[in-house]
C-alpha cells in the first residue's frame, strides 16, 4: 500500500497544467447567433444615440467559479470610485449599478437586450456591461512525497493553487446597442501550502483583486478619452 501511495504521489508531483485562457474567454461570449451581411451594415450604420454626460449604469453579469464567484462590495466600491473622474471629465452625470433584480430572465432575447432593458428602467442613457470568469490550476510539488509521513500533511508545503480571472467591459448605447469603448483586464494569485491549511480561494481572491484593479485603470483611461469623442454630443435631455 505504501509504495502504491509512494507512485501516486511522483506521478502527480510538479504536474501543473497551465491555464486554458480560450476556453476561459469562452465564458465570457454571449449566446452565439447567426451573424448575417445585413447585421454587420445595420451595425456599422449605428451611432450614438445618448449625449454627454450620460447617465451611466453599471451592471455586473454574476460569475461562476472557486471561491464563491460572487462580486464582493470591496468590488462594487473600487468601479464605483470611477464616478468622480467621469464626472470631471464631463462623461457623465450620475453613475450607479443595475440591479439583477430588474433584468428579465429567460432565453427570448440575448443577455446584452435584457441588461438593456433593465438600464432603460433606471434610466440610464449608456450601460456598461462587466463579466468575469475565474479558472484554478491546482498541484502538488516534489515536496508533496512527505504527505506520506502523518506530519507532512501538516507542515509541509507541497500543495499548489494557482488562479487566473479575467474581467471584461463592455459600454453599449441603452437606445440603439452603439458599443463606445471595451476594457479587459485579467490578474493572477498563487497559493501554496499544506493540503490541510490552503485553498484555493485565497488565490481566488488575490487574482480578482488584481484583476479588478488593472480593469478600474484600464476603464479611467478609455473613458477620459471617450469623454472627449466628437462623435457624441452634448447636452443629453434625460429620460425620467
Not at 460569475?63 to 464567484?69: D, F, K, L, Q, V
Not at 458599443?179 to 501554496?192: C, D, F, Q, S
Not at 472627449?228 to 435631455?237: A, C, H, N
Request: net charge neutral; aromatic share 8%; hydrophobic share 45%.
Amino acid at each position: 500500500m505504501r509504495n502504491a501511495l509512494l507512485f501516486v504521489f511522483l506521478a502527480a508531483a510538479g504536474c501543473a497544467t497551465g491555464f486554458d485562457r480560450g476556453s476561459l474567454a469562452r465564458e465570457l461570449d454571449d449566446v452565439p447567433q447567426q451573424v448575417s451581411d445585413a447585421d454587420i451594415e445595420h451595425n456599422l450604420s449605428l451611432r450614438p444615440m445618448a449625449k454627454l454626460p450620460l447617465r451611466l449604469g453599471i451592471y455586473l453579469s454574476p460569475y461562476a467559479g472557486p471561491g464563491g464567484g460572487m462580486w464582493t462590495e470591496a468590488d462594487k466600491q473600487k468601479l464605483l470610485s470611477l464616478r468622480e473622474d467621469v464626472k470631471r471629465s464631463g462623461l457623465a452625470a450620475d453613475v450607479f449599478f443595475i440591479s439583477g433584480l430588474t433584468v428579465e430572465p429567460g432565453a427570448t432575447a440575448t443577455e446584452l437586450k435584457r441588461i438593456r432593458l433593465a438600464a432603460a428602467r433606471h434610466g440610464a442613457d449608456a450601460v456598461l456591461v462587466v463579466k468575469a470568469a475565474v479558472q484554478v490550476d491546482d498541484y502538488v510539488n516534489p515536496l508533496s512525497l512527505l504527505y506520506l509521513t502523518i506530519v507532512g500533511l501538516w507542515v509541509v508545503p507541497g500543495t499548489h493553487y494557482d488562479a487566473l480571472f479575467l474581467v471584461r467591459g463592455g459600454l453599449w448605447d441603452v437606445r440603439n446597442e452603439y458599443l463606445y469603448m471595451t476594457a479587459e483586464a485579467e490578474g493572477i494569485g498563487k497559493r501554496v501550502g499544506t493540503p490541510l491549511w490552503v485553498r484555493s480561494k485565497g488565490a481566488v481572491d488575490e487574482a480578482r483583486e488584481s484583476a479588478i484593479k488593472d480593469f478600474q485603470e484600464e476603464l479611467r483611461k478609455r473613458m477620459n478619452t471617450l469623454a472627449s469623442d466628437p462623435r457624441i454630443p452634448l447636452e443629453s435631455p434625460r429620460i425620467r
